[in-house]
T-cell receptor
Framework: AQSVAQPEDQVNVAEGNPLTVKCTYSVSGNPYLFWYVQYPNRGLQFLLKYITGDNLVKGSYGFEAEFNKSQTSFHLKKPSALVSDSALYFCAVSDPYNFNKFYFGSGTKLNVKP | DTEVTQTPKHLVMGMTNKKSLKCEQHMGHRAMYWYKQKAKKPPELMFVYSYEKLSINESVPSRFSPECPNSSLLNLHLHALQPEDSALYLC???????????????????FGPGTRLTVL
């Protein structure tokens, strides 16, 4: 079975500091991995994805993620956090047997303090 | 147009009411989805439509009835709901990637803002 884990319910970081939101996955076959962000009472916004190729993926709003096959991880990173980055972040994996079916992690609440 | 729109934004209904949620996209996507999301939880997949045909039903109770009248529109008809059905209902769309020929390269899903449903 395919699954995604986000081990931290919440991450706190000071504005200007680097941030990392963790994600690990378990899939059979090649993983197609995604990060989404959700602001309060809003839908999910696509940030970035890993399909193949470069292990460092750059996305929207200065976010990037590093795919690590040996550690089965896809951590989201940003060099300098902004207060406006405070939101709920979801990691997702596409089912390799049905690309149109996603499995979402439990979500990580990012709090960036001024 | 890279937007998925949903109406209404908020809906309050009684357990005996019949109502519908609507979703629209004009990105030419041939896969459309309904998700249910409880507060601070991940979205739970309900239904997937591929080329206007229902391809996935995640064992959703029959009081939820999806409909895809054309490639741009997706409806969710609601009848005899329970208070525990109160949630944010999200619609999403994506390019449809063939399992036999595709690599999942273009299958990121684009989400609408959701309908906040309250069942009294």
């Amino acid at each position: 079975a395919q699954s995604v884990a986000q081990p931290e319910d919440q991450v706190n970081v000071a504005e200007g500091n680097p941030l990392t939101v963790k994600c690990t996955y378990s899939v059979s076959g090649n993983p197609y991995l995604f990060w989404y962000v959700q602001y309060p009472n809003r839908g999910l916004q696509f940030l970035l994805k890993y399909i193949t190729g470069d292990n460092l993926v750059k996305g929207s709003y200065g976010f990037e993620a590093e795919f690590n096959k040996s550690q089965t991880s896809f951590h989201l990173k940003k060099p300098s956090a902004l207060v406006s980055d405070s939101a709920l972040y979801f990691c997702a994996v596409s089912d390799p047997y049905n690309f149109n079916k996603f499995y979402f992690g439990s979500g990580t609440k990012l709090n960036v303090k001024p | 147009d890279t937007e998925v729109t949903q109406t209404p934004k908020h809906l309050v209904m009684g357990m005996t009411n019949k109502k519908s949620l609507k979703c629209e996209q004009h990105m030419g996507h041939r896969a459309m989805y309904w998700y249910k999301q409880k507060a601070k939880k991940p979205p739970e997949l309900m239904f997937v439509y591929s080329y206007e045909k229902l391809s996935i039903n995640e064992s959703v109770p029959s009081r939820f009835s999806p409909e895809c009248p054309n490639s741009s529109l997706l409806n969710l008809h609601l009848h005899a709901l329970q208070p525990e059905d109160s949630a944010l209902y999200l619609c999403a769309s994506s390019q449809l990637v063939s399992q036999s020929t595709g690599t999942g390269k273009y299958n990121e899903q684009f989400f609408g803002p959701g309908t906040r449903l309250t069942v009294l």
